[in-house]
């Protein structure tokens, strides 16, 4: 198994550009989400989905777009990217109590 | 926000050291979790322990929780160089539709 496999892993966006962060995992959970982290922060929660068709918002969805049409994907959608994004970004599916993170995807809004 | 606590935010000890770090959170939680991720990476779940234990052990990893106190400890023991990384727990609370909430985390460094 892969696990939670995210691309790309380095990104650097010009600011207004639009981008997607892919996402896929092959342990068939139901649950997946995106987090951001941020220095001195913990990880903070920008969407999330209890299964295929269903979405909803974290802590902090905006600026961000995400769908779920089948259960292996999860993609995250910058609409018009701005500074305030440069973050490193970080999928992961959910299996009862754990949590299954990807690598990371470093991503530079300029 | 529930955002938990930790502390310190960083720990530089020798090898062989017992390394401790612990979490505070604000609101009552259903389990609390602890992840580990090494610089460059994700974070890896480490240990698990619910609202109704008060201590858990896996490996040189040891965990107690302190409802009373809304708050955790992680120790490590006869730290290894491998063992650098940073620490986050994360907590589930009932009122807030089970999602986890996540502390800053603390840096720890083994030197050898």
């Known amino acids: 198994n892969a696990g939670v496999t995210q691309t790309p892993k380095f990104q650097v966006l010009k600011t207004g550009q639009s981008m997607t962060l892919q996402c896929a995992q092959d342990?068939?959970?139901?649950?997946m989400s995106w987090y951001r982290q941020d220095p001195g922060m913990g990880l903070r929660l920008i969407h999330y989905s209890v299964g295929a068709g269903i979405t909803d918002q974290g802590e902090v969805p905006n600026g961000y777009n995400v769908s779920r049409s089948t259960t292996e994907d999860f993609p995250l959608r910058l609409l018009s990217a701005a500074p305030s994004q440069t973050s490193v970004y970080f999928c992961?599916?959910?299996?009862?109590?754990?949590?299954?993170f990807g690598e990371g995807s470093w991503l530079t809004v300029v | 926000s529930q955002q938990g606590e930790e502390d310190p935010q960083a720990l530089s000890i020798q090898e062989g050291e017992n390394a401790t770090m612990n979490c505070s959170y604000k609101?009552?939680?259903?389990?609390l979790q602890w992840y580990r991720q090494n610089s460059g990476r994700g974070l890896v779940h480490l240990i698990l322990i619910r609202s109704n234990e008060r201590e858990k052990h896996s490996g040189r990893l040891r965990v107690t929780l302190d409802t009373s106190k809304k708050s955790s400890s992680l120790l490590i023991t006869a730290s290894r160089a491998a063992d650098t990384a940073s620490y986050f727990c994360?907590?589930?609370?009932?009122?807030?539709?089970?999602?986890?909430?996540w502390g800053a985390g603390t840096k720890l460094i083994i030197k050898p």
């Open positions: 342990m068939n959970h139901e649950y």
């Open positions: 994360a907590t589930v609370h009932m009122d807030s539709n089970y999602q986890l909430i």
């Open positions: 609101t009552s939680i259903n389990n």
């Open positions: 992961a599916s959910r299996f009862g109590n754990t949590i299954y």
